[in-house]
C-alpha cells in the first residue's frame, strides 16, 4: 500500500501543470499517494483531484499574510480529509503552520521539513524592507518547526550545516528535482562575442546591488562585453538604471539558450540553499563567476569550473579576467561540463528517495 503524502508550501502551480513539473508529480504518484496544497497563478484552471491551490490575494501585499495566516487551517481541514501518513513541507515556516494544523485536525502524521536554503533570508534579504521586523520571530519560528519535525531533509551540504546549527541532523541529504531537459542537449561552442549571463530573482539575497556596482567597474575594462540580466523582484529598480538587457521572464528553453550566447554566469549571492541555474549552466557547458557564500562553493570548483570571489571588486576583476581571455573561458566551460553529474537525478530517483525520507 502507497504510503498517503500531503506536500505543503508556498510555490505557485498552474493547472493543467507544465510538462516539466508533471514529470515530477506522475512519478511521485507511482511511489506514493500524494496531494499537494500550494499556491495558484491567476492563470490556473482550479483544483484537481491531486491540487489544491490558493488563488492570489489582491492587493498583491496582502497576498503572503493571508496565505501564512489562513495556512494552518487549510492544511487542517485537508489532514481530516486525506489522512495523511506524512506531511513534506516545502520550508521551516510551511512546517511551523503544518505543525499546529496537526494539533488542530487530530491526525498523527510526521512532519518532514525540507531545507532548500538559509531561513533567514526570507526577512532580512526578500521582498519588502518591512519584513526585517520580523526577523527574531521569523527564526525562532523556523529553529523551533526544525526541532520539532519528525524528520528534515536538506538539499546540498550548506543547507545540511545550517539544520546542525540548530541541534538537528538532517535525516536526508539529497538534490531538489530539477527538470533539465532543455539544457542536456550537446554543448554549443562559445559564441564570438564576450557576454556575461545572471539568472535570478532580482531580491537583495542574490546581491543584485553588488553585481549592479561590479558590472560599473568591470565595462570600462572590457568594452566589447556585454551583460544579460534575466528576472523580476523587488530591486529591479537597479536593474533599470544599469542600462543593460535585461528579460524579466524566459521560458527554460530561452535560458539555455541565454547560456549558449553567454561565455559565463554571474552568481553573487549573498545566500544560496541550492542554485538550480548553477547546475543548468554546467549542463549548458557554461562556467560560474560567483560569490565564495551559501551552496556555490559546494557546486563550483574555484579554477576549474568557475571562478569564486568574496568581494565587489575581486568579482569586477573576475568578470574583467574571464571576459577578456576566451582561453580562460574556455577551460572554465570544459571543466562545467562534469561538474552537474553529482546533481542530476530523474523523477524516479527522486520519487524513490521521498519514498525512503517518508518511510
Known sequence: MKPRVLFVGRSRYTLPLSPSVARKFEALARELEVRVLASGTAASAGDDATFTLVRPLRPRALDGLAFW???????????????PDAVVCQTAYDAAAT??????????????????????????LYGSPARRAL????????????RRADAVRTVSPFTAALVREVGVEPAADFPAYMDLEPFTR????????????FVGVLEAYKNVDGLAEAWRLAAPRVPEASLHVVGKGARADVVRAL???WDEELTSAEVARALDEAWVLVLPSRSEGMGR????????????VGSRAGSIPNLVADGVSGILVDSTDELADALVQVLSDRALAERLAAGARGAAAPWLQTPDEYARRVRELVA
Open 135 to 146: 526577523s527574531r520571530l521569523g527564526d525562532a519560528v523556523a529553529a523551533a518547526a526544525l
Open 69 to 83: 495566516l489562513a495556512l494552518p487551517f487549510r492544511t487542517a481541514r485537508l489532514m481530516r480529509d486525506f489522512r
Open 243 to 245: 542600462g543593460v538587457r
Open 186 to 197: 550537446p554543448a554549443e561552442p562559445l559564441p564570438e562575442r564576450p557576454l556575461a549571463l
Open 277 to 288: 541555474v548553477l547546475v543548468e549552466a554546467f549542463c549548458r557547458g557554461r562556467g560560474v
Open 99 to 124: 505543525l499546529a494544523a496537526r494539533r488542530l485536525a487530530h491526525v498523527p502524521a510526521r512532519v518532514v521539513v525540507e531545507v532548500h536554503g538559509d531561513w533567514r533570508t526570507s526577512t532580512r
